[in-house]
């Protein structure tokens, strides 16, 4: 990971940081982390563990796609499955989310099937 990219990192987790009202103190609290360690982070000097992003997302109530990539995420290949998802009524959210979840889980399994 480049310089760059650890900068624009700590400046989002500082942003959620501070648009979730918590001081470095507080969220290293809550993160079981150190205030001092979560400013290196902000600053791009540190990274954090896989752990510690999943702790951070939780309790900023973010995503690490956001924290990682802003949004820069790609959904260009995913753009006309979201338009037509888009198109649906909202009463069908639910059944929507179920269908895919199970897709997801399909997919998962076949993939584990392929690497044995």
């Known amino acids: 990971m480049n310089v760059e990219m650890k900068r624009e990192i700590g400046l989002r987790l500082r942003q959620k940081r501070e648009s979730a009202g918590y001081t470095r103190e507080q969220l290293g609290e809550l993160c079981s982390l150190s205030p001092r360690f979560i400013a290196n982070v902000e600053f791009g000097t ?22 990682l990539f802003g949004d820069r995420v790609d959904t260009g290949a995913w753009s006309g499955t979201i338009e037509k998802i888009q198109q649906l009524d909202i009463r069908y959210q639910e059944c929507t989310e179920k269908v895919l979840q199970g897709l997801i889980e399909v997919i998962a399994k076949s993939k584990e099937r392929e690497s044995f």
């Open 46 to 67: 540190s990274t954090f563990s896989l752990d510690s992003l999943m702790t951070i997302c939780r309790i900023l109530s973010c995503s690490s796609d956001y924290i």
